[in-house]
């Protein structure tokens, strides 16, 4: 009885699935500040006894555990290779129970030096029937401070003091700092956050932030990167790239990459291509998608974004990789795996599919090691093996 009333899966599937098969209704960015609201208390007070009790049962339900899926990736140790992308805790007040919801670890973020807004709403829509999003909410955060802040209210220690978390962080361009001055607006948030930073991600890419995709240039990402590396106790950094860039664009950051002694990549953030869907209407706006500003996520992306690591992986396998965009079962994260990424993230699918889709995925790539006699995940990275039914 006690598994029922706590069952995470069950209450997702009967509340907020419905919502969710349809483009109107509840508007989704208030759903997602909604839920965002209601794990924002529920971290604040998990030493409560009856939150105890709460997570204890949610983690048994979306746990699992496995030598076998755990990895040691620049010196950080992941239970599992499955992370919540950033993008849906940027002001990082849950970041105290990602971990409870089957996550090897979270990313918080985008997070600017400055507070700001983002842009004019609406600006996130669902597309239901295609398993998508578009957004263009333009890094909307509470700033740096404010994040530091909700880590120190979650009791959540420092890099070097805890063992039971893995956060990575991700900084980007605050929208009020001129282009030539982002190096400075990257350092200010960087030298704050780095503290609690297993490892941080360089944001570039997103179609959201005028100007800000003009960072990929090599030259301008060179002087951006040289800065950060100087800084003190500066973790492990992965530079988060657009799925719209071709692949001479993309060797060309590989190439810095290496030069640079710059840990891995993020492919890939939001895409500015319709991948097909030009003409879907917007039912809100009433206008065509191929009108609309902002970036596609979700399952139209997952080929391109997987086209991408693989690209990535058989002309560098030193690069190591996290693999992001339309992830929305098993089947796919084995695929982004066996492409060359050593760590996957979830974002758009997890909203589709809900609090289940970790575990399954943890389970089915379980199931594809058992099968192909594999005794660690490591060994499937890159190895174009097939998923198997």
């Known amino acids: 009885m006690n598994k029922r009333i706590y ?6 599937e009967k509340i907020i699935s419905p919502i969710l098969e349809n483009d109107q209704g509840v508007d989704a960015e208030y759903l997602t500040n909604l839920s965002l609201n209601i794990l924002k ?31 040691n990736i620049c010196g950080i140790d992941f239970i599992n290779p499955i992370g919540l992308a950033a993008g849906f805790d940027k002001n990082g007040i849950a970041a105290n129970i990602w971990r409870d919801f089957g996550f090897g670890f979270s990313e918080l973020g985008t997070v ?4 700001q807004p983002g842009n004019k709403k609406p600006r996130l829509f669902r ?32 890099t070097k003091d805890r063992k039971n978390i893995c956060l990575g962080i991700n900084f980007g361009k605050s929208k009020i700092t001129p282009l ?6 990257y350092l200010a948030s960087l030298k704050q956050l780095i503290p609690y930073c297993d490892y941080a991600t360089i944001n570039v890419s997103s179609p959201n932030t005028e100007g800000l995709r003009k960072l990929q240039d090599p030259s301008l990402l060179r002087e951006l990167l040289y800065e950060i590396k100087l800084l003190n106790e500066c973790p492990p950094l992965f530079v988060k790239i ?37 003409d879907r209407i917007i039912l809100q706006t009433g206008k065509k998608l191929m009108n609309e500003s902002g970036g596609l996520s979700g399952k139209p992306l997952q080929i391109k974004a997987n086209n991408i690591i693989k690209h990535i992986h058989n002309n560098d396998k030193k690069i190591i990789l996290i693999g992001v965009g339309g992830i929305d079962s098993p089947k796919a994260a084995w695929e982004r795996i066996c492409s060359g990424a050593s760590l996957i993230q979830v974002y758009t699918g997890w909203i589709y599919k809900g609090p289940l889709l970790v ?29 198997q039914d």
Do not use: H, V
């Open 127 to 158: 597309l239901a029937k295609e398993q998508a999003a578009l957004n263009r909410l333009g890094f909307n955060n509470n700033g740096s401070t404010s994040l530091e802040d909700n880590l120190i209210k979650q009791k959540i220690k420092k």
């Open 41 to 71: 208390f529920s971290s604040s007070k998990r030493e409560w006894p009856i939150m105890k009790n709460i997570f204890k049962n949610i983690s048994n339900e979306l746990c699992i555990k496995s030598e076998k899926l755990s990895q």
């Open 7 to 12: 069952s995470i899966s069950n209450i997702y």
């Open 359 to 387: 575990p399954e995925i943890a389970k089915g790539i379980l199931k594809q090691l058992e099968f192909y006699k594999i005794s660690n995940i490591k060994d499937a990275i890159g190895s174009g093996l097939k998923w």
């Open 112 to 115: 600017t030096k400055f507070p």
């Open 242 to 278: 657009a799925p719209d860039l071709n692949f001479k664009e993309i060797d060309e950051i590989c190439k810095l990459i290496n030069e640079m002694r710059i840990e891995g990549l993020i492919a890939t953030n939001t895409s500015l291509d319709r991948l097909g869907l030009e």
């Open 180 to 185: 030539d001055k982002s190096t400075e607006d």
